[in-house]
């Protein structure tokens, strides 16, 4: 059985990392899986995303058994491994939901962070890991942890090593929703997605990013640039179309 699956339902990709028995621990093999499925996700076809996991975790980071004794470097590892599948999810124009169906811990935390929406269980848990093993966040979670959280938040939760339930993930600012199937929410919130002008959807996550390290000028400039762009598509005549026929619109992603 593979590491990764992926699967299709319509416009939707769900892509489930498939070793329940060790929390999905990545090793080199699940990041192999993954990257190929990040490459399927890119197809136009799919217009939204669903990162999983198999079993009772979610991610638990790097398979610590894989590093143990061996004298590796851990930067290099990173920046051949983790680095290309963080630039992958952030580099889709479209959005990746992970459904944090359980433990959810070091890499996998920064994992969770890298995807544009995070739907918790109520049963899903938060565990910084890294520094309880003498590690700094890495795999992009110092990143974007500070900007879902804010810097004081960020450092009292990573710096602390304690674990974070749902509602506290919730209460940070760490996730959008808690339900009580991840999974299934986070499908409906795919199929929601899918439905909705792809171009329009893409361009507005890379906006939100540009406009995380932007002055108001180059963002006022970047909105202009994207929206001039976005009111030459056909979805934008089609949505403007439909509102005055008033009937549902057809998006076709063009
Ligand atoms: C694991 C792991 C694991 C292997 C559970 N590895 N087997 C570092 C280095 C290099 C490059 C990249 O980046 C990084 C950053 C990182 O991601 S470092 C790793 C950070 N993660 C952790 O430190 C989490 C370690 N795991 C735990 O603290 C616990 O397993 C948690 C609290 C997540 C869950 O506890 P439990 O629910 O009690 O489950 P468990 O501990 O019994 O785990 C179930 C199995 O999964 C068990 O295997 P076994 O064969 O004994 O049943 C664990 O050994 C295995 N597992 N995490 N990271």
Excluded at 10 to 15: D, E, I, P, R
Excluded at 32 to 51: F, P
Excluded at 151 to 160: E, I, L, N, Y
């Amino acid at each position: 059985m593979s590491d990764v699956l992926t699967g299709r339902d319509g416009a939707v990709l769900t892509v489930t990392l498939n070793r329940p028995e060790k929390l999905n621990a990545l090793t080199a093999g699940v990041h192999a899986g993954l990257h190929d499925a990040l490459a399927e996700a890119a197809d136009d076809e799919i217009r939204a995303v669903v990162l999983t996991g198999a079993g009772r975790g979610f991610c638990v980071g790097q398979d610590l058994t894989e590093f143990q004794g061996a004298a590796r470097d851990v930067g290099a590892h990173l920046r051949a491994t983790y680095h290309p599948t963080i630039h992958a999810i952030r580099g889709l124009d479209k959005p990746v939901i992970a459904a944090v169906n359980g433990v959810c811990a070091g890499a996998g935390l920064s994992l969770a962070a890298a995807c544009d929406l995070r739907i918790a269980a109520d049963s899903a848990t938060f565990v910084p890991g890294f520094v309880s093993i003498g590690l700094i966040p890495d795999s992009g979670g110092s990143w974007f942890i500070v900007r879902l959280l804010g810097q004081a938040r960020a450092f009292a939760f990573m710096s602390s090593g304690r674990t974070a339930t749902a509602a506290d993930a919730l209460e940070l600012g760490l996730v959008n929703e808690v339900v009580e199937d991840a999974g299934a929410r986070a499908a409906e919130v795919a199929v929601a997605y899918a439905a909705l002008p792809p171009l329009a959807v893409g361009m507005t996550k890379h906006l939100f990013e540009h406009a995380v390290t932007a002055t108001l000028d180059e963002q006022l400039e970047q909105e202009a640039k994207l929206q001039s762009l976005a009111a030459q598509s056909e979805d934008f005549r089609e949505g403007v179309t439909a509102f005055l026929e008033k009937r549902p619109p057809m998006f076709s992603g063009r």
